[in-house]
């Protein structure tokens, strides 16, 4: 008979505490999914919603699909993928990986206080298996930020925040608390506030699944003088294009180290929600994160409207997460990470400082893009 363990996650009415001091504090099961793995196909059996969803989507399937993305961000050979409205058999033991709102649990009651399960089938420390079950006795919705009360009493469930727990179980990531843990983490549990990834359960996810990759093959140039040459940039913009003043969350020394940050990510072998997603980590304090993979000897650089997309969201960061203040600043958004982005290119190519800020400058004046060194 093959093993399987059960994991359940209840309610929790007061919200959990965040600490000062961030601890690492995740724990595993023991098994987990093997290296010839690199896909975690979930059957989404979890039927139609009343209606549109709190949180804008119009299906449970949906709010599933969000919460696999979250873990996607932050797993590198190993990917959870979705069948939609999957007409797989529902049973226990066909190696199919079920995600179902149940009545009972697989002809077992519910206990009381019990929200959702994971049931992990697994080989010695190899899982085979994961069927996630949802108590349909719970009145269920999906939306963000503190639990919310229901309409005619007790609290409204967020499907969301419960599938990101459970998915970890998937993944092999047990609770914290329950082993005399005291973190702020989406695998506690018990279920409160926190409706994200935090860094703890990040780095459960890093340490069974990533990895210390290094990314030493990639020979950026020292951050103080990218911050020298995005002064240049200012002036440039200011003196000589004439462009206005507006402002910026993220200042310039902030822009320079992410931006580079980023590059290196997706040159690393990052996907762009993941490398912003490593970068969201390091600026909640989580270190410097692994990379995705070895970067190639000539790697190549990413379209400028990801690297685009990742300064907006950059500014959100600055914004919402760090409560910074605008900085004032003449250089937009595009032209600070298209021109940062053209100077570390020069500068891979074998330009030092003073050349790969004149090549931009002569780009900027309408002479084309530049021989590198």
Known sequence: MRPRSLAAVGTLVTALALLDTPTTAYVKYGQ???????????????????????????????????????????????????????????????????????????GDPWDRDTLAVTLLSFVGTRLIETDVLFNTTF????????????????????????????????????????????????????????????????????????????????????????????????????????????????DPEGSVVWTQEFLRYRMSECRSDQAIGRIGVQIAGGGVQPVCGIAPVAPAFPPRNETLAFRQALEGLYRDELGRMQTPTAVDLEGDVVWIQEYIRYRLGGCNNTQATMRVLQQIDGLGIQPTC
Not at 44 to 69: D, K, P, T, V, Y
Not at 80 to 103: K, L, M, Q, W
Not at 164 to 190: C, K, R, W, Y
Request: aromatic share 10%.
């Open 139 to 250: 009145n269920w919705n999906a939306y963000d930020g503190p639990l919310r009360r229901a309409s005619l009493g007790g609290t409204l469930q967020d499907f969301e925040r419960v599938a990101l727990h459970e998915f970890g179980h998937v993944l092999g990531l047990d609770h914290p608390d329950q082993f005399g843990q005291n973190v702020n983490a989406i695998m506690n549990s018990t279920i409160g506030d926190t409706d994200s990834l935090t860094l703890d359960d990040v780095s459960g996810a890093f340490d069974l699944y990533v990895g210390n990759v290094s990314a030493a093959n990639l020979a950026f140039p020292p951050r103080n003088e990218t911050l020298q040459f995005r002064t240049q940039l200012e002036a440039k913009y200011r003196n000589d294009l004439r462009r206005p003043v507006g402002g910026s969350y993220a």
């Open 32 to 106: 987990f999914w093997p290296t010839t793995t690199s896909t975690i196909s979930m059957q989404l059996q979890l039927g139609s919603s009343s209606g549109a969803l709190i949180n804008g989507c119009s299906s449970w399937g949906c709010a599933a699909e969000r919460a696999l993305g979250d873990w996607n961000q932050f797993l590198n050979r190993l990917q959870f993928s979705v069948v939609r409205n999957s007409t797989a058999a529902i049973e226990d033991g066909n190696t199919v990986n079920n995600v179902f709102y149940a009545d009972d649990v697989y």
